[in-house]
């Protein structure tokens, strides 16, 4: 039998390569983008016509072809951007295949004009089903224009698997965002039928996403940035009452290319816990940087998925960074980013002219990061800083800061200022706490804030399985309906864990020993009750959810009400184990703890 095997002509096998980088016109606008971001453009001018059908065309201002690049940029494998395999442990750059022109070339007509910016003339090449047509000296500008018409032209097939224009359009503009976000710093323009749809200088991230997707975003957004030795993470966060019924903007770049990762999406969405319901979306716009050896980008044709060699710390730091951002943004409201002039004149009036306080990260927590390894923080430690507080202890002061006996305070009457050097406290109808910060004031909701004390502390009990339990003088019996004792049946290593030291007594009777420390003085009888009223509403929705379940109806119910009063150690240490909380600013249940006033809203409202 005669030999069937045969070698394929280029122009088929590089047809047939095509089809993984070039799916649709979009393919062909991210390929085009990131060529130009490559070239080191500061600006990038993107034309589409038919939604990208009929043509798309890119322009850019970077540092060009040589006559020979010109036309070598279409071979296979043809790449200026690694020599060797082990460049890519060193990647920078979007393009490391030599293969998206290549792929481009064989499915479209292309037209290339490029010069070099030393150079007086410059390169036009034509190529059409991979085939150079015309290569010729043009005169032009320094840059390169590359024009990509009638798509799919050679392949009838894959033109008719395209959508309508409204869904190609779709996919061209979600390109473009993404390249966009990740290169602020680069002026773009986006042309669509001769209309044109973005025009963006360059400017900070904040200012890029505003262009992107309206002003409206500005006060929706919660900076991130944290760093390790290991990674950045930076970028901002959605504000969880701004979340979406639909998937909303979620983006991550991984050294400024964009990903797509179900793991690290999962990271962020678990930070939004409690804050978010499952079928709302927050959205975010996270970039994380990290030596390109850790990681591998090579695992996918159109480069959007990669792997982290160390994906779970990479997780645990995502986790971290956004449910600290999120935390925090209640009180470190738009003061610390890119402040109004307005608001910046009233901050300067109440505070020495240096920086705002950006950064007022305290150490890493081990438990949000897992093995992780970082200084542990201390219970309470830091929220001063975080709000950097007034206190009259010199040691805390700013050094320049305004000296004391030039600002007239109102402090709270003797019998509320507490120890010498304390800061200021008070409580306000038996319900709320407030407190003195150096830019305003802040009020603490005192039930809301112990129940979310009690809700982290019931977590971790529930997890290691020790709750202190303080013994009853005289063990109290509880009656119990059937339907309670079952239920109690139920979580009763749970409540142990909690604290609850029960025995069955007999018949419809549980004995209590002891009663969680937390709660001593409570009654028995009615915090069970309470409990179990709270599991049975709940019970249905949240069955997988048992620990967060029980530990949000234990705080509840355990938490002090309004009209306790409080001695002023007492609201001390409320603030300070609410600051010792990983989430303090909002209850398990979603609702806020406080609220902050800022000096310059009592400014506002005196029209000073
Ligand atoms: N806009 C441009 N400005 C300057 N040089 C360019 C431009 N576009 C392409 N090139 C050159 O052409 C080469 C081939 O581009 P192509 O996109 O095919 O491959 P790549 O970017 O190296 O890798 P990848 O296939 O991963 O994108 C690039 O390596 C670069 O040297
Ligand atoms: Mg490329």
Same mark, same amino acid.
């Not at 009452?241 to 909303?248: I, L, P």
């Given at each position: 039998m005669a030999d069937l095997i045969r070698l394929l002509p280029d122009h088929v096998a590089n047809q047939i390569a095509a089809g993984e980088v070039v799916q649709r016109p979009a393919s062909v606008v991210k390929e085009l983008l990131e060529n130009s971001v490559d070239s080191g453009a500061t600006r990038i001018i993107v034309v589409v016509k038919d939604a990208g059908r009929t043509l798309v065309q890119v322009t850019d201002d970077g540092r060009g072809m040589s006559p020979v690049d010109a036309r070598a940029c279409f071979e296979r494998h043809a790449t200026s951007k690694i020599r060797e395999a082990d460049d890519l442990t060193t990647l920078r750059t979007k393009g490391f295949r030599g293969e998206a022109l290549a792929s481009i070339a064989a499915i479209a007509q292309v037209e290339l004009h490029t010069r070099e910016h030393d150079q007086e003339l410059g390169t036009r090449v034509v190529m059409e089903g991979s085939r150079v047509r015309v290569q010729e000296p043009m005169a032009g500008a320094a840059g390169t224009t590359i024009a990509v018409r009638n798509l799919f032209y050679n392949v009838p097939a894959r033109r008719q698997f395209l959508k309508s224009d409204g869904v190609e359009l779709k996919h061209v503009l979600d390109e473009f965002h993404r390249v966009a976000l990740a290169h602020p710093d680069i002026a773009f323009q986006l042309v669509h039928n001769d209309h044109e749809e973005f025009n963006m200088p360059s400017g900070s991230e904040r200012q890029r996403i505003i262009h992107l997707f309206g002003r409206k975003y500005d006060e929706r957004l919660v900076p991130v940035d944290e760093a390790t030795d290991f990674v950045r993470v930076t970028g901002f966060v959605g504000k969880p =009452? #701004?979340?979406? /019924?639909? /998937? *909303?903007e979620q983006y991550f770049f991984v050294n400024n290319r964009f990903i797509r990762s179900n793991y690290l999406e999962h990271a962020v969405r678990k930070a939004y816990d409690e804050l978010v319901s499952r079928e709302n979306f927050p959205s975010w716009f996270l970039f994380i940087d990290l030596d390109p050896a850790q990681i591998d980008i090579n695992i996918h044709p159109t480069k959007t998925e990669i792997k982290f060699r160390d994906d779970r710390t990479i997780y645990a730091i995502v986790h971290a960074a956004v449910r600290r951002a999120l935390g925090r943004f209640n009180i470190v409201p738009s003061l610390d980013f890119e402040p109004e002039p307005a608001i910046l004149a009233a901050f300067a009036s109440t505070q020495a002219p240096s920086a705002p306080p950006r950064e007022p990260v305290p150490a890493w927590r081990p438990q949000d990061l897992g093995a992780f390894n970082a200084p542990p923080r201390k219970s309470g430690e830091g929220w001063q800083q975080l709000f950097d507080v007034d206190t009259a202890m010199p040691q805390t002061a700013p050094e320049t800061d305004t000296p004391a006996s030039e600002e007239p305070r109102i402090m709270p009457s003797r019998e509320h200022e507490g120890m010498p050097g304390e800061r200021p406290v008070f409580q306000l109808h038996g319900t709320y706490i407030i407190a003195q910060l150096r830019s305003g004031f802040m009020v603490v909701d005192q039930q809301r804030a112990h129940e979310r004390i009690l809700y982290e502390r019931n977590i971790k009990l529930l997890e290691q399985g020790v709750g202190l339990s303080q013994a009853e003088l005289f063990p109290r019996h509880v009656e119990l309906s059937v339907a309670d004792l079952a239920l109690v049946q139920d979580v009763l290593p749970e409540l142990r864990s909690m604290g609850f030291d029960l =025995? #069955? #007594? *007999? *018949?419809r009777t549980m004995q209590v020993n002891g009663m969680p420390a937390e709660a001593a003085e409570a009654d028995p009888t009615r915090l069970l009750e309470d409990l179990l009223e709270q599991l049975k509403h709940e019970r249905g929705t949240l069955r997988n959810e048992r620990h967060a379940l029980l530990a949000r109806g234990m705080a509840r119910s355990m938490a002090i009400r309004p009209g306790r009063v409080l001695s002023t150690p007492e609201m001390h240490d409320l603030i300070d184990r609410l600051f010792a909380c990983d989430m303090p600013y909002h209850t398990p249940g979603g609702k806020p703890t406080l609220i902050t006033y800022g000096l310059n809203d009592l400014n506002e409202r005196f029209e000073r």
């Open positions: =009452e #701004f979340a979406k /019924r639909s /998937r *909303g =025995e #069955f #007594f *007999g *018949g």
